[in-house]
């Protein structure tokens, strides 16, 4: 099977009120590489790039939730 025919999805939000279905092969993760390199070399940013940055942090923090429920879900062949 293709990426492009790809079908699974995930639940984003699960139980919250921006709840929604997303498909596994467009969900975007935040680079937070470079992140991690300036916090080690100590670079000060600035408040804008902080405000982004803690976008992304949230976004990851977010989808690694939602990704957790997504693993603790039985599969439908479990169900049967």
Not at 19 to 28: K, P, Q, T, V
Not at 32 to 40: N, R, S, Y
Not at 42 to 57: D, M
């Amino acid at each position: 099977m293709s990426i492009s025919q790809d079908k699974r999805t995930i639940s984003r939000a699960k139980g919250g009120t921006a709840e929604r279905e997303e498909a596994i092969n467009e969900i975007e993760i935040p680079d937070l590489w470079f992140l991690i390199q300036g916090m080690k070399q100590g670079i000060v940013i600035s408040k804008r790039e902080g405000k982004r940055l803690v976008g992304a942090i949230e976004e990851t923090w977010l989808l690694a939730h939602d990704l957790k429920k997504h693993i603790q879900q039985p599969s439908p062949q479990e169900d049967k």
